[in-house]
């Protein structure tokens, strides 16, 4: 409201777009010790015993951060109503945004569910929600200065292959099994720069602004409802949710 | 034992990656689907 104040100007979709820094903030320590305490205190014993499925438990956790994330949120949409005493105030924007706002947040926090699921330490769930939080929210900044060459591009393809592989053979116990994943995806990528190297010139610029979920949010703010953009938080939540699912499902067969 | 143990890692492991290589395929094509939509505008 400052903004306003100070810019005098009327349009509550700024204040929304100058404050989602503050989700950087707020998620990680909304969702830090949702799973995070409940595996270092030995609880999540009991929420296996329980005759709830994982996916319940995860879907009841994650409603319960979004019903106390949306009381501000009910607060805040008074706001263009007050605005509207004062000026002209486009209505279906700044609802729309907030709106967008909404499903942002909810996106973040499902993001931040899945990275409190990995650890039982809530200090470095917070942690490490912070960095992905803050370096999804200067991605499209970033990709100006990373390597936008078809090598760069290709570079970051590989050590993705190595992730990969990692993490299969985290989660299979096989050692053979990830590093043949992490082997098939390296010469795939290799194959690929050698025949076609320029589909990966600016494939590392374009990936990182594609999966910005703070970039998409700008859109509202001028005044379009973007349905990709909705269709894509849709996306976040319910493959980070998945991704909590698994694993906790993990510590099952682990 | 212990080669019971990783038998069962490896299973469910395995059914978890493939069940979330599927789930993320399925979000690419709605995705894809979403950004094919035309694009309508309202004057308000």
Redesign the interface.
């Known amino acids: 409201m400052l903004y306003n104040i100070q810019a005098a100007v009327s349009n509550f979709e700024f204040v929304l777009n100058f404050c989602s820094l503050v989700f950087v903030v707020i998620v990680p320590i909304l969702t830090m010790r949702v799973i995070a305490e409940e595996r270092k205190q030995r609880t999540d014993q009991l929420l296996y015993s329980l005759p709830v499925t994982t996916t319940q438990v995860i879907i009841g956790k994650y409603l319960a951060l979004l019903v106390i994330y949306a009381i501000p949120l009910a607060i805040i949409s008074i706001y263009p109503m007050i605005f509207a005493q004062f000026g002209d105030v486009?209505l279906?924007?700044s609802y729309g945004s907030i709106l967008a706002f909404f499903v942002m947040g909810a996106a973040l926090i499902a993001v931040g569910v899945f990275i409190s699921s990995l650890t039982d330490n809530q200090g470095l769930a917070a942690g490490i929600g912070i960095a992905a939080i803050l370096l999804n929210y200067y991605s499209v900044s970033l990709s100006e200065y990373v390597s936008a060459t078809a090598l760069g591009s290709a570079i970051a393809l590989v050590v993705l292959a190595l992730i990969l592989g990692y993490t299969?053979n985290h989660?299979?116990?096989?050692d053979a099994?990830g590093s043949g994943v992490s082997i098939v995806l390296i010469l795939a990528v290799v194959i690929t720069y050698v025949l076609h190297s320029s589909s990966f010139e600016g494939l590392l610029p374009k990936i990182m602004k594609q999966l910005s979920l703070f970039s998409r949010f700008n859109v509202f703010v001028n005044?379009?409802f973007d349905?990709?953009a909705m269709?894509?938080y849709g996306?976040v939540i319910?493959?980070f949710l998945?991704?909590s699912v698994?694993s906790l499902?993990?510590r099952?067969?682990? | 034992m212990k080669r019971q143990e990783?038998r069962?890692?490896?299973?469910?492991?395995?059914y978890?990656?493939a069940?979330?290589a599927v789930?993320?395929a399925i979000?690419v094509v709605?995705?894809v689907l979403?950004?094919s939509?035309p694009f309508v505008?309202y004057e308000?």
């Open positions: 486009y279906l924007t299969v989660l299979t116990k096989n099994l005044g379009v349905l990709t269709v894509y996306s319910v493959f998945f991704l698994q499902e993990k099952r067969y682990n | 990783n069962i890692a490896f299973q469910g492991g395995a978890s990656l069940i979330t789930v993320l979000l709605i995705n979403a950004a939509l505008s308000i």
